[in-house]
C-alpha cells in the first residue's frame, strides 16, 4: 500500500528566508506527484504537478523536483513571504494496485513571520 | 478558467439526519472524485466516478452512497449522519485518471453534524 510521508509536520522561518519541504512515498510505481496548498479551512490549490519522467517543475518562486527512485521529492520556496503561510499537502498518482487515486501525505504547516 | 464548483460551502445537520452535496467539475473532465478531511488530517478518498461510473470505492462508509449524472455533476448523499461525520468534503476533477493533467479540487463543503 502506497504511504506519502512529509516532513516536518510544522516550520516556521522568517520572511525572506528560502525554505525546503520534504514528501518521500513508498512505492516508486507513480504516475505523477503533485504539491497542493491548503489554506486554513479551505480548499486545496494545486502548486506543481511532476510527471514520473520529469526531475522538476517550477512557477514563480516554486521548485519542485522528484527523485522516483528514491521515493522523494522536495518542494523549494524561494525567498518566503507571510502570504506563503499555509499547509503544503503533496499527492501521488499510483501506477497501479488498488488505490488507483491521488494519495496524501499528512502536509506541512509552513508559518512565514513578518 | 472554470473550476470545480461544491455546493453548499457549509452545511449544519442534526444527527441521524440526511445531507447531499454537490459537485460540478469542470467542463469536459470525465472523471470526479469525492474526498473526506477530518480535522488535522489529510484528504481521504471516499468514491470516484468515471465516465458516470463507479470508478473505485475508498473507505466510504455504507450510509454513504453517490452517483454522476448525464450532465457529469455528481452528488453525494450521507445518511443517518454521525457526529463524526463532521468534516470538509472535497470534490475533485480530472480528464481521465489525472495522469497527464492531475487533479483540480473544489474549495469544499464543510459538514459539521450536531
Known amino acids: 500500500k502506497q504511504e506519502v510521508t512529509q516532513i516536518p509536520a510544522a516550520l516556521s522561518v522568517p520572511e525572506g528566508e528560502n525554505l525546503v519541504l520534504n514528501c518521500s512515498f513508498t512505492d516508486s510505481a507513480i504516475y505523477n506527484l503533485q504539491w497542493f496548498r491548503q489554506d486554513p479551512g479551505k480548499g486545496l490549490t494545486s502548486l506543481l504537478l511532476?510527471?514520473?519522467?520529469?526531475r522538476e517543475q517550477t512557477s514563480g518562486r516554486l521548485n519542485a523536483s522528484l527523485d522516483k527512485s528514491s521515493g522523494r521529492s522536495t518542494l523549494y520556496i524561494a525567498a518566503s513571504q507571510p502570504g506563503d503561510s499555509a499547509t503544503y499537502l503533496c499527492a501521488v498518482l499510483p501506477f497501479s494496485g488498488s488505490a488507483r487515486q491521488l494519495t496524501f501525505g499528512s502536509g506541512t504547516q509552513l508559518t512565514v513571520l513578518p | 478558467a472554470a473550476g470545480v464548483i461544491q455546493s453548499p460551502r457549509h452545511l449544519i445537520k442534526e444527527k441521524r439526519e440526511t445531507a447531499t452535496l454537490k459537485c460540478y467539475p469542470i467542463p469536459r473532465h470525465d472523471t470526479v472524485y469525492w474526498y473526506q478531511q477530518g480535522p488535522g488530517q489529510d484528504p481521504q478518498f471516499l468514491i470516484s466516478f468515471y465516465e458516470k461510473m463507479q470508478s473505485d470505492k475508498g473507505s466510504i462508509p455504507d450510509r454513504f452512497s453517490a452517483q454522476q449524472f448525464s450532465d457529469y455533476h455528481s452528488e453525494l448523499n450521507m445518511s443517518s449522519l454521525e457526529l463524526g461525520d463532521s468534516a470538509l468534503y472535497f470534490c475533485?476533477?480530472?480528464?481521465?485518471?489525472?495522469?497527464?493533467?492531475?487533479?483540480?479540487f473544489g474549495s469544499g463543503t464543510r459538514l459539521t453534524v450536531v
Open positions: 511532476i510527471q514520473s519522467s520529469q
Open positions: 475533485a476533477s480530472s480528464l481521465g485518471r489525472g495522469m497527464n493533467y492531475g487533479y483540480t
